[in-house]
């Protein structure tokens, strides 16, 4: 099965005077869709926009994976566990709030900032969770891990990352124009589109490719012999979900 969710569908979010443009693939905050809390493990894919000097304060997040990719710009971070860092545009950085973090994510570049980031829920808390709010882990029962941190420079095409705790894997692809590439086959799949006009192939109803472009998104689950066709150079991320 497999469910298309265009980008100019996303929610609507963040702080236009702040310099902040948010758009959510998941219930979020004020915009609360009990029809749509989360995809597996997954429970937001936020597109976020920040221009020079924007970004969001310190903030507390638990029982949460949190995982970035910058696709344009400069992020500097800054979290209650003393890491500071400044993650950019090829990088992946993960921070797992454990039973408790509070971070500072802000442009304090020039330029406009562009990037994706993902929330996934731990299997120690999918149970108790499962039932979500469309936030992070919220006050659901403790899991037990104190918050750890680490950023991933330069990502290869294809190279998998692994997110042990969601029981996640995450692919960044980037095909050139009229490359084909293969879709995982995994229990589900969730399929991002950063960049590019993109197709995707093979759906075993026999139904004619699903066109693709920035911000659209797919649900796959417990489908095989997908691909995606670029029809100009893309980037899209990929994730393996249990």
Known sequence: MMEVRRGADRYPGGDQEAGISTRHAFSFGSSYDPDNLGFGPVRACNEEFLAPGAGFEEHSHRHTEIVTWVAEGELTHRDSTGHATVVRAGDVQRLSAGDGVRHVERNDARVPLRFVQMWLVPLAAFDVLDGGDGGDGGDGEQDGRSPSYEILRDVADDA????????????????????????????????????????????????????????????????????????????LLLWELP
Do not use: F, N, Q, W
């Not at 006009?197 to 066109?211: I, K, N, S, T, W």
């Open 160 to 235: 998998p990352y692994a997110v042990p705790a969601a029981g996640a894997v995450l692919r960044v692809r980037r095909p050139g124009a009229g490359e084909r590439i293969a879709v995982p086959a995994a229990p589900r799949v969730y399929l991002h589109v950063v960049r590019g006009d993109l197709r995707l192939d093979g759906a075993d109803d026999g139904a004619p490719g699903v066109e693709l472009g920035p911000g659209d998104s797919v649900r796959i689950t417990k489908e095989s012999g997908l691909e995606v066709v670029a029809g100009s150079p893309g980037e």
